[in-house]
């Protein structure tokens, strides 16, 4: 079976920084990513990890460590359009297996 | 340029109507995918083809069947759409092992009313 969880939802100021985690306990596992969806629209990419470590993409960086079975994708420097929900998921086996998405809210 | 289009973008049916939805691809992508989401909840895999091979998840109800008439086209039938079949329905391919880097290459979707 699939599990993976992060949290529901996140708040903070523009400028800031946030974390959100990802947990997974999956029957396989080949690379975790993450997906950026606004409201209504389709996700888009934002980035991958196979292997341990840290990814990082401009204002976006993304760790896991697989003996944790545990990710995280950071953003940075916050702007007010980072506002959306940020989705984890799990591959294997030519299937992506989403959790529920953690929706961030930037103030200004 | 879309390369995964989906059509409609909305679609409102009546209780037990029949509804198609389709998705067609530009990327000559041998694997195809459809997702149910539904608000605030993950996406849900309904069913993918790799190639031709049909793959259907345990829990997708009987009431959702698919079609792939060539590597371009894939659709959705909803053969009885009951309330609780309102959703997101999200298409997306995938292109192989180039594609680790990444991931789905979703269509915009489109979003089923049941009235």
Same mark, same amino acid.
């Given at each position: 079976?699939? @599990?993976?969880?992060?949290?529901?939802?996140?708040t903070?100021?523009?400028?800031?920084?946030? $974390?959100?985690?990802?947990?997974?306990?999956?029957?396989?596992?080949?690379?975790?990513?993450?997906?950026?969806?606004?409201?209504?629209?389709?996700?888009?990419?934002?980035?991958?990890?196979?292997?341990?470590?840290?990814?990082?993409?401009?204002?976006?960086?993304?760790?896991?460590?697989?003996? /944790?079975?545990? =990710?995280y994708?950071?953003?940075?420097?916050?702007?007010?359009?980072?506002?959306? =929900?940020?989705?984890?998921?799990?591959?294997?086996?030519?299937?992506?297996?989403?959790?529920?998405?953690?929706?961030?809210?930037?103030?200004? | 340029?879309?390369?995964?289009?989906?059509?409609?973008?909305?679609?409102?049916? $009546?209780?037990?109507?029949?509804?198609?939805?389709?998705?067609?691809?530009?990327?000559?992508?041998?694997?195809?995918?459809?997702?149910?989401? /539904?608000?605030?909840?993950?996406? /849900?895999?309904?069913?993918?083809?790799?190639?031709?091979?049909? @793959?259907?998840?345990?829990?997708?109800p009987? @009431?959702?069947?698919?079609?792939?008439? @060539?590597?371009?086209?894939?659709?959705?039938?909803?053969?009885?759409?009951?309330?609780?079949?309102?959703?997101?329905?999200?298409?997306?391919?995938?292109?192989?092992?180039?594609?680790?880097?990444?991931?789905y290459?979703?269509?915009?979707?489109?979003?089923?009313?049941?009235?």
């Amino acid at each position: 079976g699939q @599990n993976i969880d992060q949290p529901t939802e996140m708040t903070a100021t523009e400028g800031a920084i946030v $974390q959100i985690n990802c947990t997974y306990q999956t029957s396989g596992f080949n690379g975790l990513f993450w997906y950026q969806q606004h409201a209504g629209e389709a996700p888009t990419f934002l980035s991958y990890n196979v292997l341990d470590g840290l990814e990082e993409k401009g204002r976006f960086s993304s760790f896991l460590s697989r003996s /944790k079975g545990y =990710s995280y994708l950071l953003l940075k420097e916050l702007q007010m359009k980072d506002s959306a =929900s940020y989705l984890c998921a799990v591959y294997n086996d030519y299937k992506l297996s989403f959790g529920a998405g953690t929706t961030v809210t930037v103030r200004a | 340029d879309a390369m995964v289009i989906q059509n409609p973008r909305y679609q409102v049916t $009546q209780f037990g109507k029949p509804v198609t939805l389709s998705c067609s691809q530009t990327l000559n992508h041998n694997v195809m995918y459809w997702y149910q989401q /539904k608000s605030s909840q993950a996406p /849900k895999l309904l069913f993918h083809y790799y190639d031709k091979d049909f @793959n259907n998840e345990a829990d997708t109800p009987d @009431n959702f069947q698919s079609r792939r008439p @060539n590597t371009s086209f894939c659709f959705l039938d909803i053969r009885s759409p009951g309330l609780g079949d309102a959703a997101m329905y999200l298409c997306a391919t995938w292109g192989g092992q180039g594609a680790r880097n990444y991931g789905y290459t979703f269509g915009s979707g489109t979003r089923l009313t049941v009235v």
